[in-house]
């Protein structure tokens, strides 16, 4: 099955049947008709905002449980819908933005602006090794992958410009 950019109605309702499906689209938000990686991570700045009270070390601890979770339902998901990394699997970008605004914690409000807009823009650009990891990681690791990468990037970014601000 080649991959399409809108699912039919069958597809979302396979994926919407499933806690697997529910949060590999992002309780949602990869459903939309257009530019599902930035609904998701516009998305996850939402319950960002609650893991912005916890400690550092409890934001990792989110974090790697976020994305073993994630591994598993975007597997789950891309092998119900055929497709190993469609567009509306979100969770990734969960995962990537909370990485991405990790040193937006105890940062100013613009901080988290200027995070979104680094994460979407290496997640989309896919510099070295992002774009490699994309084309080469399969299943739900290869989905989780380049999202991780592509928050670190955009995470090592958002401090130098924090430090130099």
């Known amino acids: 099955m080649s991959e399409r950019k809108i699912l039919t109605r069958e597809q979302r309702r396979a994926l919407l049947s499933t806690p697997a499906g529910w949060l590999a689209c992002g309780f ?29 070390s409890l934001n990792l601890l989110v974090i790697a449980i976020g994305f073993v979770i994630g591994v598993w339902a975007c597997d ?64 739900g690791l290869g989905v989780m992958m380049d999202d991780v990468i592509a928050g670190l990037f955009a995470a090592v970014v958002l401090k130098l410009v924090l430090m130099y601000a």
């Open 76 to 139: 789950v998901a891309g092998r119900k819908l055929g497709v190993d990394d469609h567009r509306s699997l979100v969770w990734d970008e969960f995962v990537g933005q909370w990485i991405a605004l990790l040193p937006a914690l105890l940062a100013p409000w613009w901080a988290i602006v200027i995070g979104f807009a680094l994460f979407r823009l290496f997640d989309v650009w896919k510099p070295w090794p992002i774009g490699y990891l994309d084309r080469h990681l399969k299943g």
């Open 28 to 56: 949602g938000s990869g459903l939309a008709p257009v530019a599902q990686g930035t609904f998701g991570s516009l998305a996850a700045i939402l319950p960002w905002l609650l893991l912005r009270q916890l400690s550092w």
